[in-house]
């Protein structure tokens, strides 16, 4: 957690505003390296606390869910399905340590919408991290979405092609052959179906 941590906080410092955001940051992460029950019990009550800044909660979410205290679900899959991408990133590291049985339906949800494709890159990474029974139809349900010409959301469709590839389930093969048609597509298409022997 250490280096994901340290990303996250140096990012969050510099959106903070005021003394008071910087004594309230200070007061989080002495929280967050106590690592004790009364201080997990004092991160879970920011998640609930009225007119606590979103960088607030997310330091307290991502220090729970690292923890595998599974209060911080709620407030990750929210981040998850955030606009801000690095948001999401931050999100999906925790919920993949959480260890909350929730959290590959709650992927797939994200995944598999298609009003919400644009943030769906890092839902499908974390489905593939899981390699939990949703998985995998998740994922084919999503790359049959996207094999549309000039799908602007190519990169969500590769995440697609490489989370197969590294679940290995034969299930892909007929929407990873059609990937394999789709040029920004095709080169991964093809690792993958060669991982499962075709």
Not at 28 to 51: G, I, S
Not at 87 to 110: F, K, Q
Request: glycine letters at 4%; charged letters at 25%; a positive charge.
């Amino acid at each position: 957690m250490e280096e994901e941590f340290h990303e996250l906080t140096d990012r969050v410092r510099a959106e903070l505003r005021s003394p008071d955001d910087l004594a309230a940051y200070e007061r989080l992460l002495a929280l967050a390296r106590k690592n004790t029950p009364a201080a997990r019990d004092e991160l879970a009550r920011m998640l609930v606390a009225v007119e606590r800044p979103l960088w607030a909660r997310e330091i307290a979410a991502f220090v729970l869910g690292c923890a595998g205290d599974k209060r911080a679900f709620e407030t990750l899959v929210l981040l998850l399905n955030y606009r801000e991408p690095v948001r999401c990133a931050t999100a999906a590291h925790a919920l993949g340590r959480l260890g909350d049985p929730r959290t590959a339906r709650a992927a797939a949800a994200l995944a598999t919408n298609p009003l919400r494709t644009a943030y769906a890159l890092h839902p499908v990474r974390l489905l593939a991290e899981l390699r939990a029974p949703q998985s995998v139809p998740a994922l084919i349900a999503t790359l049959d979405r996207l094999l549309t010409p000039n799908t602007p959301y190519w990169r969500v469709a590769l995440a697609c092609v490489e989370g197969l590839a590294a679940l290995g389930d034969r299930r892909a093969v007929p929407t990873l052959t059609a990937a394999a048609a789709h040029p920004r597509l095709a080169a991964a298409a093809a690792a993958a179906l060669a991982r499962l022997g075709v």
